[in-house]
């Protein structure tokens, strides 16, 4: 089974995480943003542990933190 993940961060402190179009939980992030020189990886910790087993298709990446209406919006056509 699919399902739509959306991770929304505005880049001041709220993060917002959409599950199948819905809001499923939100908090307030503190310390801001990280600055590093390490390769990003998904799925995995840079030590190898808890590797994620199972599929990802079309992943993508915003330079802006998409509103409720746009993780909606891409749920339901695709397309912001």
Do not use: C, P
């Not at 699919?2 to 995480?17: A, F, I, K, R, S």
């Not at 199948?20 to 908090?27: L, M, Q, V």
């Not at 390769?39 to 079309?58: H, T, V």
């Amino acid at each position: 089974m699919w399902h739509h993940v959306v991770g929304v961060y505005d880049g001041n402190d709220e993060q917002v995480l959409y599950v199948d179009g819905g809001a499923e939980n939100s908090t307030i992030a503190d310390g801001g943003t990280a600055s590093t020189t390490a390769n990003f990886q998904m799925g995995d910790r840079e030590d190898g542990d808890y590797a994620y087993q199972g599929d990802l298709d079309d992943v993508r990446f915003y330079d802006k933190a998409l509103s409720s209406t746009e993780v909606s919006n891409l749920y339901n056509t695709g397309a912001i």
